[in-house]
């Protein structure tokens, strides 16, 4: 059994172990969870609400999860004196799978993101954000049951690296000063300083999870979305390092853009994934313009953080959008909006974006029927226009129902 330094051993349940490359889930795994800052305790309570409720009724009772808290955020500092405690990050390594609510991190001010701390301590390399839409959701166009895609974001590299030195430190004035005399650049001296750095190694690894997911999950196109037209040596690059993989380790199942119209005079051959990359900016366009032309989008960090909140506006925001941070055997599976602290305790905010999150978390280990329970069971919570505060005031003839009140209505229509 596994020894904390500070934490106690969970008292019920099994561990997930992996086994070639595979996790090997029991009936009773241990799932860790933290409860999350802010409304991090309302959404996070009813989300397990929801999933203990569709893994009894997928499973006849028969498999359970057994939910096991560890701690980051505010509540961790209050009980710890730390953020990140040691034993919360070899809790989700010894387990594999986690559940985490939202973290608090301050704007220009205070300590580092710890999300994004925890996904570079773990090396959870992918971000990866099914999208698609809900019958009945308010959406600000016309068409949201166009939108159907999957982004894999890269979380490690790009400007979220955190390689960057405050306007005025001594480090900034040394990159300075270095750049601007042996480099014979003109960066003004009052400038705070990042690095963007995006490597072979990070590219290709998530390059390969998209085309996995894509093969796996019968999606037709994987998409490269980049500003390489500017950034012709990091996002370029990415675009360059993507089709690499592409041809050389998944030649049988893909085929470019060019292939497409000069092999298959622009049909489609079952079997084959269509390989493309767009700019950036244009792209902001086409999800909006024509959004059933793409699938999976593979793009890295920051412009998958711009993507992923500007693609799911267009079907509800983002009280309804599931994430995960993903490592070939580490999952961390989390709400992708922030803490809302005026709307913390108040039970009254969307919970939608952590259970879809957790629908998400069964499929990966295998609980698929109750991955199913829990879609039909918020498909049916929407269409009845029985939903929480922010999707009330959207919707005509909606009701407008608590935190908890959603999570009862959606295991009402599973």
């Not at 991190?105 to 205070?110: A, F």
């Not at 693609?311 to 992708?336: R, Y």
């Not at 005026?342 to 969307?350: E, I």
Request: glycine share 8%; net charge negative; with cysteine.
């Amino acid at each position: 059994m596994i020894k904390f330094k500070k934490f106690s051993p969970p008292t019920e349940g099994e561990a997930i172990t992996v086994k070639d490359g595979k996790l090997v889930v029991p009936d009773n795994p241990v799932i860790p969870f933290i409860i999350g800052d802010g409304i991090g305790p309302d959404i996070t309570n009813a989300t397990r609400m929801v999933v203990d409720a569709a893994v009894e009724k997928a499973s006849s009772g028969k498999k359970k999860i057994a939910w096991y808290e560890v701690y980051a955020g505010e509540l961790a500092d209050e009980k710890f004196g730390e953020l990140i405690p040691e034993d919360t990050v070899e809790a989700i390594k010894h387990y594999h799978v986690a559940l985490k609510g939202p973290l608090t991190t301050p704007v220009g001010k205070g300590f580092r993101s710890l999300n994004v701390t925890l996904r570079i301590v773990l090396d959870l390399y992918a971000c990866v954000r099914p999208i698609r839409y809900f019958q009945g959701a308010p959406s600000p166009v016309r068409h949201p049951e166009k939108v159907d895609m999957v982004i894999f974001r890269e979380n490690t590299e790009d400007v979220y690296s955190g390689i960057e030195w405050q306007q005025g430190s001594k480090e900034a004035k040394q990159v300075i000063d270095f750049l601007n005399t042996t480099m014979g650049t003109s960066i003004s001296d009052d400038s705070g300083i990042g690095i963007k750095n995006i490597s072979i190694e990070g590219t290709k690894r998530l390059v390969r999870m998209a085309l996995d997911y894509a093969v796996s999950h019968n999606r037709k196109s994987v998409t490269f979305v980049h500003k390489g037209n500017i950034m012709k040596f990091t996002e370029g690059a990415f675009r360059n390092w993507g089709y690499e993989v592409a041809r050389e380790e998944y030649g049988d199942y893909t085929i470019t853009e060019d292939e497409l119209h000069e092999k298959y005079s622009g049909k489609q051959p079952d079997g084959k994934i269509v390989v493309k990359d767009r700019i950036a900016d244009a792209m902001l366009q086409l999800v909006l313009t024509r959004p059933e032309e793409y699938d999976i989008l593979a793009m890295p960090n920051l412009n998958g953080d711009y993507f992923s909140d500007a693609i799911v506006a267009q079907v509800g925001g983002l009280g309804l959008a599931p994430s995960s941070n993903m490592a070939k055997d580490t999952f961390v599976f989390e709400a992708s909006h922030g803490t809302a602290p005026k709307y913390a305790g108040r039970n009254m905010v969307n919970p939608g974006s952590l259970i879809l999150t957790a629908a998400m978390m069964l499929d990966t280990i295998g609980f698929k029927e109750a991955d199913a329970l829990i879609t039909k069971g918020v498909a049916g919570a929407i269409e009845q226009k029985t939903v929480t505060y922010d999707l009330e005031r959207l919707m005509e003839g909606a009701t407008t129902v608590s935190t908890s009140g959603f999570g009862e209505k959606i295991i009402e229509n599973m």
